[in-house]
């Protein structure tokens, strides 16, 4: 044996006894050698299971036989290892440089944004494109049970007056069709909501809208602004908006799952919400474009949104967390109406 090979002293557990042995071990010829006062063992460098460096705690080597090394003093451990140009991997020498561990994070917070950005919506694109309507449908149909058993209520506004409602949509609804192409199939829905949805309309998916009673009596002077209310609603519909936050939102789970591991349902949860929150505003344009649209094919001016946004603004936020919320700035639509 060549005795200039640096040498260790540590504890040897043979995996069959409790009791520790003393032991030297070396590195030579591509394998490590054991020397205790019962054996003298050799294993091949590549079966070793070697410990990583880390600043304090013992190390431990698991042997191919099932025996284990433990050596107490970590200084004296890396200082052998060194001394026995023990090779260290990548991820190690990474994990023992600020500079590297930095350079990672900045990476990794730079693809998290970018999976976020474009990632997820690109693959919730080709998830919508393999699933039919009649999901969209279903989902909806399930969220309006859902809702009307958690925060809504049977409408209190009398017949006549939902007819008149229901009416001057579809009259406009036809005229657009008419014109601009061929527009989704809707269900139009009365209900009667607390403070948490307030002066509200939103659209479920699969073609469901629902008016709350409250919005109806802010907007009871205008008629028109609240068919552009609707017009916007059912370009959620026809973009199919509902659906694709839904699939949106549970691929953002799935990765965050992945990520955060089992142990917390409502952190995994999180990030979906944030995720929806901020892909809304994008939808919210789009169905912005399809209401000015409909509104000037139905021959309605679309500058009376602007008594709609202004009534709004003046009501609570957080009274209002869909209508208000998740919006692009007032000033923006506005703008966007006006014109």
């Given at each position: 044996?060549?005795?200039v090979?640096?040498?260790?002293?540590?504890?040897?557990f043979?995996?069959?006894?409790?009791?520790?042995?003393?032991?030297?071990?070396?590195?030579e010829?591509?394998?490590?050698w054991?020397?205790?006062?019962?054996?003298?063992?050799?294993?091949?460098l590549?079966?070793?299971?070697?410990?990583?460096?880390?600043?304090?705690?013992?190390r431990?080597?698991?042997?191919p036989?099932?025996?284990?090394?433990?050596c107490m003093?970590?200084?004296?451990?890396?200082?052998?290892?060194?001394?026995?140009?023990l090779?260290e991997s990548?991820?190690?020498?990474w994990?023992?440089?600020?500079?590297?561990?930095?350079?990672?994070?900045?990476?990794l917070?730079?693809?998290?944004?970018a999976?976020?950005?474009w990632?997820?919506?690109?693959?919730?694109?080709g998830?919508m494109?393999?699933?039919p309507?009649?999901?969209d449908?279903?989902?909806?149909?399930?969220?309006l049970?859902?809702?009307?058993?958690?925060m809504?209520?049977?409408?209190?506004?009398?017949?006549?007056?939902?007819?008149?409602?229901?009416q001057?949509?579809?009259?406009?609804?036809?005229?657009?069709?008419?014109?601009?192409?061929?527009?989704?199939?809707?269900?139009?829905?009365?209900?009667?909501?607390?403070?948490?949805?307030?002066?509200?309309?939103?659209?479920?998916?699969?073609?469901?809208?629902v008016?709350?009673?409250?919005?109806?009596?802010?907007m009871?002077?205008?008629p028109?602004?609240?068919?552009?209310v609707?017009?916007?609603?059912?370009?959620?519909?026809?973009?199919?908006?509902?659906?694709?936050?839904?699939?949106?939102?549970?691929?953002?789970?799935?990765?965050?799952?992945?990520?955060?591991?089992?142990?917390s349902?409502?952190?995994?949860?999180?990030?979906?919400?944030?995720?929806?929150?901020?892909?809304s505003r994008?939808?919210?344009?789009?169905?912005?474009?399809?209401?000015?649209?409909?509104?000037?094919?139905?021959?309605?001016?679309?500058?009376?949104?602007?008594a709609?946004f202004?009534?709004?603004?003046?009501?609570?936020?957080s009274?209002?967390?869909?209508a208000?919320?998740s919006?692009?700035?007032?000033?923006?639509?506005?703008?966007?109406?006006?014109?």
């Amino acid at each position: 044996m060549n005795d200039v090979a640096p040498r260790l002293h540590l504890d040897y557990f043979d995996g069959r006894s409790a009791a520790a042995q003393t032991a030297d071990i070396w590195i030579e010829a591509g394998q490590l050698w054991l020397q205790s006062p019962l054996v003298r063992l050799s294993y091949p460098l590549a079966a070793v299971r070697w410990p990583e460096r880390q600043r304090h705690g013992q190390r431990q080597v698991l042997l191919p036989d099932g025996g284990v090394l433990s050596c107490m003093q970590a200084a004296a451990w890396d200082d052998w290892a060194r001394a026995a140009l023990l090779p260290e991997s990548a991820t190690v020498r990474w994990m023992q440089s600020w500079r590297l561990v930095a350079t990672a994070f900045a990476l990794l917070v730079v693809l998290t944004i970018a999976g976020w950005r474009w990632g997820v919506p690109a693959a919730a694109h080709g998830v919508m494109a393999l699933l039919p309507a009649a999901a969209d449908a279903r989902v909806g149909a399930q969220a309006l049970a859902s809702l009307d058993q958690q925060m809504l209520k049977p409408s209190a506004l009398k017949p006549e007056q939902q007819r008149a409602i229901a009416q001057r949509f579809a009259e406009a609804v036809a005229l657009a069709d008419r014109q601009i192409g061929p527009l989704p199939d809707y269900r139009l829905h009365f209900r009667a909501a607390g403070k948490a949805l307030g002066p509200n309309a939103f659209a479920l998916p699969g073609g469901d809208i629902v008016l709350t009673d409250d919005l109806v009596r802010l907007m009871d002077d205008t008629p028109d602004a609240l068919v552009g209310v609707l017009a916007h609603e059912l370009g959620h519909v026809r973009h199919r908006h509902g659906m694709r936050s839904v699939v949106q939102a549970g691929l953002v789970g799935v990765v965050a799952g992945l990520v955060i591991g089992d142990f917390s349902a409502l952190l995994a949860a999180a990030p979906a919400v944030l995720a929806q929150a901020a892909y809304s505003r994008d939808f919210e344009r789009e169905a912005d474009d399809d209401a000015r649209r409909l509104m000037l094919a139905a021959g309605i001016k679309p500058r009376v949104m602007v008594a709609f946004f202004e009534r709004v603004a003046k009501e609570q936020p957080s009274q209002m967390p869909i209508a208000i919320a998740s919006h692009p700035a007032n000033e923006e639509r506005i703008r966007f109406f006006s014109d």
